[in-house]
């Protein structure tokens, strides 16, 4: 190695140390700026208005979407909507997203009665797809439907409607969320 080598080398690694500095630096100040940046946020308020709804559709394995649109449902809140007027005994409310959607019946003091659902090519939960697999062993699900109904009454009903394929033959089948076939 020779002096001019050397010289090059000892100026990047000061260039290296003095940019790791500077950076080091900023973020110290941007992280110092935020702490001492206090902002007052607004009060939350937390109603158990709807639990019962969403224990009877909760289902640990469904994806994010489905539970975010059940989640609306049963935080939306008919009393506060611009359409709301007490003269009606039902609202008739729904929540969409490109893959499914949530339709939800609420009464006139804000209390959700029932839900239709449906959400198209949803992951199948373990025990749905174990019933399939077995009862189905050298099938593919190629489509897949969820559904669920919801009553305040008897609480909510989910079904998946499952296309399988087998090279070129094609069969339905109705899945209960227990496993059971129902055709």
């Known amino acids: 190695m020779n ?15 003095k940019k790791t500095m500077l950076i080091l630096l900023i973020g110290l100040s941007l992280c110092y700026s935020d702490l001492s940046a206090q902002e007052l946020l607004p009060e939350v308020k937390v109603t158990a208005m709807r639990y019962k709804y969403l224990s009877a559709v909760d289902n640990r394995e ?34 969409y997203l490109p ?30 797809a174990r019933s399939v697999a077995n009862a189905y062993p050298n099938w593919a699900v190629s489509n897949d439907v969820y559904l669920v109904t919801y009553k305040e009454e008897s609480g909510a009903t989910k079904l998946w409607k499952v296309l399988l394929k087998d090279g070129d033959k094609r069969r339905r089948v109705k899945v209960k969320e227990d496993g059971e076939i129902v055709r």
């Open 99 to 128: 893959d499914g959607y949530v339709l939800a019946t609420y009464d006139k003091d804000g209390k959700l009665m029932r839900t239709a659902e449906r959400f198209k090519n949803v992951a199948l939960p373990a025990t749905v």
């Open 3 to 17: 002096i001019r080598e050397n010289i090059t080398n000892e100026t990047q690694k000061k260039l290296t140390m």
């Open 62 to 95: 469904l994806p994010q979407p489905v539970k975010m649109l059940e989640r609306m449902a049963a935080e939306y809140d008919v009393k506060s909507s611009e359409y709301y007027d007490d003269q009606y005994d039902e609202y008739f409310i729904s929540f």
